[in-house]
């Protein structure tokens, strides 16, 4: 949510910072702005409202010679979308120019302490009240030299309540570069001669892979190519240098028109990632190294709790039905935002799995703060590789689906489901599932790629499809089962992507309210791939039919559905039960993409969203 880059070194500040913009756009896209200074420590500021790319129109960045400067794309907290509320933000005296993702809690209090001491603000934003607060903190330290600017930074940092992830320039030291986080996802680049700092790794990697990640409560003091990172208590952190294992090419869009598109047809390659080394054909189970410390625990568990939000909590109640059925251990599924001001029974031998594709959603890693608080073992399972999620939990899975760059997700969910079923096979194989029973599971999951590829190929049908039903402005998605949580997805997808009124139901609840909204104007997206439950499915889809309600049916080649049972028949391969929720999605990705696109939405920028939620 926001995005930073910061850069200093040898090259032009500017074209650098407006490219790493860029590639974080997902992030925030309402505004954005680019502040630089150049050796004699003046500042140039740029901001706009609206995308980077008019940022970029604004002025002309290549001939503006600064090799010093930071940037930030936004995603509005506090204060509208207008030009003055866009970072970066100057302290009142133009001491200071600062970018900032994160909420500043105590920023109230703060500003009326300012406002006292008759400092004045010119936009409606807690940055611009941390910005100021640096700057009276920085004015009431006594000392001259470097050593001034982190002592007066801690101060400041020290009095704020909040999170933060900033990236600060001093117009009295021109060749140096501050950084600190709390609570907001921030590392250093770290190449020939120069840093680049930013909220992710996006930015970076056509850069440099050499990576450091910044840890709460630390701050980062960059000059000439020399970096040195402290403690708010003023102790000096040992770096650690770790290298990306992103491709250069694998942040951009290629030959798609869309991040969301080229994420939809990788799923084939994320899920074959997911898979690698995984695999125990001699055991016929799975394994994963990195859950090893918690083996024993592992054997004795008397419940999991599952943590998470959006998509990945949908990915978490595929778990509940997989886990339940295979290793008979009582699961619980949370909403991150929910399970941390709650206070739920803990009992011994509950242990806690926080799901996360981005790793740094703020939810998720309050929830695996209180459980751990209280006790628990937390796993987490996350797609990106040092991320918060990735260092606080006591160990994890991780994903390797590869960067996901559109704002709703794809590959990230779909790598997630088949993960979660690999793991509810392993507990089920600790316990008393059968040999045979983990045999056919890995058999299928070695032939899982292929079918999703196959998937895959129902787009132009889909995309046929869409275009009967893209005026629609409300529409049901049922399923039953493991297919509940896919209409929760589907409906989700349509929802962010295409502004469609879109809700997803377990199909027998229909009839206990929804079914009060069919009409000719809202249609069914129907899950179904189990034959000796159609009847059933049949029964509803008549009753929605009799309402003059479309259905659109989403069944396996098993499924004896008769022409005409309904509008639309969509037939996705047959795999194993476990795993048949990730073909199942597919052709609701791809009908919320055609439709968003027919609708002329932002697919990859949808209104008010941003990828990795770093808010409450
Ligand atoms: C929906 C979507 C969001 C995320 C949610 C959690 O398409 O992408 O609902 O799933 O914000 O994000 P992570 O997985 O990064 O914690």
Redesign the pocket.
């Known amino acids: 949510m926001c995005g930073i880059v910061a850069y200093i070194g040898q090259r032009r500040a500017a074209p650098l910072i407006l490219d790493g913009l860029q590639r974080l756009e997902y992030r925030g896209y309402d505004s954005a702005g680019i502040g630089l200074m150049d050796s004699a420590g003046s500042f140039e500021l740029h901001r706009s409202v609206g995308r980077v790319a008019a940022l970029a129109e604004s002025f002309e960045a290549g001939k503006i010679s600064a090799t010093l400067g930071i940037g930030h794309t936004r995603w509005a907290t506090h204060g509208g979308v207008t030009v003055s509320n866009a970072h970066p933000q100057l302290s009142c005296h133009g001491q200071f120019l600062l970018v900032h993702n994160g909420v500043i809690e105590n920023f109230r209090e703060l500003r009326q302490f300012l406002v006292e001491r008759e400092y004045s603000f010119a936009s409606d934003t807690d940055t611009e009240v941390l910005v100021n607060w640096i700057e009276f903190c920085y004015r009431q330290e006594s000392g001259v030299g470097i050593g001034i600017l982190p002592q007066a930074l801690r101060k400041a940092l020290k009095g704020v309540q909040g999170t933060y992830g900033l990236a600060l320039l001093c117009r009295d030291f021109p060749g140096t570069l501050l950084a600190a986080r709390n609570g907001s996802p921030l590392l250093i680049g770290v190449g020939k001669e120069e840093h680049i700092v930013a909220s992710d790794a996006a930015a970076i990697v056509t850069h440099t892979s050499q990576v450091i990640y910044l840890r709460d409560r630390e701050l980062a003091l960059m000059s000439g190519d020399e970096l040195q990172v402290s403690t708010l208590q003023a102790e000096k952190v040992l770096t650690q240098v770790c290298a990306i294992d992103w491709a250069a090419e694998e942040v951009q869009k290629g030959p798609h028109e869309h991040y969301m598109h080229k994420e939809i047809h990788e799923q084939a390659q994320a899920i074959t990632e997911a898979l690698r080394g995984h695999v125990d054909e001699r055991l016929a189970s799975t394994r994963f190294g990195g859950i090893e410390p918690l083996a024993q625990e592992l054997r004795g568990l008397h419940r999991l709790i599952f943590c998470?939000?959006?998509?990945?909590?949908h990915a978490c109640l595929e778990a509940e039905y997989l886990i339940e059925h295979y290793a008979r251990i009582p699961v619980e599924v949370e909403y991150a935002s929910e399970f941390r001001y709650r206070h739920p029974p803990l009992a011994r031998h509950t242990l806690v799995i926080v799901?996360?594709?981005?790793?740094?959603?703020l939810d998720?890693l309050a929830a695996l703060a209180e459980a751990k608080r209280r006790g628990c073992s937390v796993m987490g399972i996350?797609?990106v590789i040092g991320s918060s999620i990735a260092r606080e939990t006591d160990c994890g899975i991780y994903q390797h689906a590869g960067p996901e760059m559109g704002?709703?997700?794809?590959k990230?969910?779909t790598s997630q489901l088949c993960l979660l079923a690999m793991l509810a096979i392993h507990l089920g194989r600790l316990r008393d599932l059968d040999y045979d029973e983990g045999l056919a599971f890995l058999r299928a999951l070695r032939e899982l790629p292929q079918k999703i590829e196959e998937t895959l190929r129902l787009e132009q049908e889909i995309s046929e499809l869409a275009q009967r039903y893209a005026a629609h402005e409300q529409m049901l998605f049922l399923g039953r089962q493991t297919l509940f949580p896919i209409a929760l997805e589907g409906a989700?997808?349509l929802k962010?992507i295409a502004y469609v009124q879109a809700q997803g139901y377990p199909i027998a609840e229909m009839k206990h309210g929804p079914i009060a909204l069919i009409s000719e104007k809202c249609p069914s997206f129907i899950f179904e791939t189990q034959a000796s439950l159609f009847p059933k499915t049949r029964s509803n889809i008549q009753e929605i039919r009799a309402r003059r309600g479309k259905v659109i049916l989403v069944t396996t080649p098993d499924i004896p559905c008769d022409a005409g049972e309904c509008e639309e028949h969509v037939v996705v391969p047959k795999t194993h039960p476990a795993l048949q929720p990730i073909l199942a999605i597919i052709p609701a990705q791809f009908f919320a993409y055609h439709v968003a696109l027919l609708r002329g939405c932002d697919v990859d920028r949808p209104r008010n969203l941003a990828?990795?939620?770093t808010v409450e």
């Open positions: 998470a939000c959006g998509s990945a909590w799901v996360s594709q981005s790793g740094e959603t998720t996350t797609n704002v709703a997700s794809t990230a969910f989700l997808k962010e990828k990795s939620v």
